[in-house]
């Protein structure tokens, strides 16, 4: 079951030895991945404990369960957020598991240490069949089917039957579902014109996919041109894209683990 996370540390150790992209970014993101899998194999592995899927009632668990991620931050994170990591393993608990619940209720994409323990928890509860409660968040096509969590990166993948859809990766729970193709995934624009991608050559199985309407995007990946890529983990390695979109006044539908 540690398959999901063991792929994504793996891709993100070979990425950075590599000499384009973002590689102190997947360096630091290859150590929060690691942080992850342990916080989710302790759920797993913890007896006498079935999730809630509310975290109102499982923030105690949860909490406890984010020392660790912690302390590798406060040790080996960039400057400001080791600087928080430190302040939070001295901050009282209740004021912790308050940010946590707020979090739940009101995901922010700038809730950098909630968001990170809050991934394996929301994964942990889909790959249970525990359906999340207590969150008040927009439904329909654009948001997740489990969690209601907004899309990560897009990515599209070779399917028997040509379905000629792509599947969004949702930034809270990590699971993925199927979307239309030619369709904006933050407002649902799909006038092609409206439409616009920007790829560069550093960056072959990478794309920004724009919307002129709302002025949001989402990197896409193409799994079809290389097969090995994880869409998690090459999202953020291609940060220099992120920059091009940023400078062209676009907005990201959901900052990365990494604040870009
Ligand atoms: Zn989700
Ligand atoms: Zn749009």
Request: with cysteine; charged share 25%.
């Amino acid at each position: 079951m540690s398959t999901f996370w063991d792929k994504q540390i793996e891709r993100a150790d070979l990425l950075a030895g590599e000499s384009s992209g973002s590689k102190d970014l997947v360096k630091f993101y290859a150590q929060l991945l690691r942080a992850q899998k342990e916080i989710y194999e302790s759920f797993r592995g913890r007896t006498h404990w079935t999730p809630s899927g509310d975290l109102e009632n499982d923030v105690t668990v949860v909490q406890s369960s984010m020392s660790g991620l912690l302390q590798r931050v406060a040790r080996n994170g960039p400057e400001p957020l080791a600087e928080e990591a430190q302040a939070l393993l001295n901050t009282e608990s209740h004021t912790l598991a308050q940010e946590l619940l707020n979090y739940w209720a009101n995901p922010s994409d700038t809730q950098f240490f909630a968001k990170s323990v809050i991934q394996p928890y929301a994964r942990w509860l889909t790959e249970t069949g525990i359906t999340l409660s207590g969150r008040e968040l927009a439904g329909g096509e654009r948001t997740c089917p489990f969690c209601g969590g907004k899309p990560q990166v897009s990515f599209l993948q070779s399917r028997e039957a040509e379905s000629g859809n792509r599947d969004l990766l949702c930034a809270t729970c990590l699971s993925s579902w199927e979307f239309r193709r030619v369709v904006c995934a933050n407002c649902g624009e799909e006038r092609p014109a409206k439409l616009g991608y920007f790829h560069s050559p550093e960056f072959d199985h990478i794309r920004i996919e724009a919307c002129d309407t709302c002025k949001h995007y989402i990197k896409g990946i193409d799994l079809t041109r290389l097969g090995l890529a994880a869409p998690l983990v090459d999202e953020l390695y291609a940060a220099p894209l992120d920059l091009w979109a940023r400078e062209h006044g676009y907005t990201k539908i959901e900052l990365n683990l990494v604040g870009i």
